[in-house]
């Protein structure tokens, strides 16, 4: 399989996959988007499709004692990564303010999206929650750069992995609110001036690399992502739990989209 053939017609195939999982997994499809770096509009030439979607099982699913898996993985190969949540567990997750749900329900690259999802997401703005996310994208930015930038030659993808969380942290200090997906629209509010000729460069370069291939350290950027790592240890520390507690709003969304689901 090579990336060049899907490459304008990645909706169809996405959607014609999405039908498989419906048919075989008796299941419907609420939302599939692309997750990963070519969401975060910084994939590499030979990157995947990272295709997350959530579902819902017909109802009577729901009320049996043995309960069936709440996520599907459906495909993994050289071009395709497809898996997804049971609403439940989405719903559960969103509960808990989890970051990933925030970025797929944000995701600029959507493939497909059921009436019913929107029920889901006029329900997230209320569960959103600040050090939850904080406390996220600082462990995100702290474990790629303690694992992946800190040798001689690094991936200049995995310094993106670092950068744009810590970009998140600084969108969250800021607007208090879920931060936007695409790299571009996080560094263009909140990445300083000094440092965007330095991160135009890091993507120049990272577009032309393929996804093994590494780069020479980049001192000044090496230097913005230390102190900041620093500074949000402190600040996601000292924030307060935010959390929304009350299931209420949730349950009420699992009954309307599971009674509703065979319409």
């Not at 195939?13 to 419906?22: A, G, M, Q």
């Not at 744009?164 to 560094?187: D, G, H, N, S, Y």
């Not at 950027?221 to 402190?234: M, S």
Request: proline share 4%; charged share 30%; glycine share 6%.
């Amino acid at each position: 399989m090579k990336y060049k053939e899907f490459e304008g017609r990645m909706d169809e195939l996405v959607c014609r996959k999405i039908k498989e999982i419906e048919q075989q997994e008796h299941v419907k499809v609420l939302y599939a988007v692309e997750s990963g770096s070519r969401a975060w509009g910084f994939a590499s030439p030979d990157s995947d499709y990272d295709v997350r979607f959530v579902y819902v099982r017909p109802m009577e699913e729901y009320l049996r004692l043995e309960r069936k898996k709440d996520f599907i993985n459906w495909e993994l190969d050289e071009v395709l990564d497809i898996n997804g949540w049971d609403l439940s567990k989405a719903l559960q997750h969103l509960h808990k303010s989890n970051a990933t749900l925030f970025e797929w329900m944000g995701s600029p690259i959507v493939y497909y999206e059921a009436m019913g999802w929107e029920r889901v997401r006029q329900a997230a703005k209320a569960y959103f929650s600040c050090k939850a996310a904080m406390c996220h994208y600082y462990g995100t930015a702290k474990k790629n750069y303690l694992e992946y930038v800190t040798g001689d030659l690094v991936s200049y993808k995995k310094y993106l992995y670092v950068l744009r969380p810590i970009l998140a942290c600084k969108w969250i200090e800021k607007r208090k609110c879920p931060p936007p997906v695409l790299f571009r629209e996080l560094a263009e509010e909140v990445l300083e001036e000094p440092m965007r000729p330095v991160v135009e460069e890091l993507l120049r370069a990272k577009a032309q690399m393929a996804e093994s291939e590494k780069g020479k350290r980049i001192e000044g950027l090496d230097t913005y992502i230390a102190g900041h790592l620093e500074y949000f240890k402190e600040i996601s520390d000292s924030l307060p739990d935010d959390r929304k507690g009350d299931w209420g709003e949730l349950d009420q969304v699992f009954l309307s989209v599971v009674t509703g689901a065979g319409e």
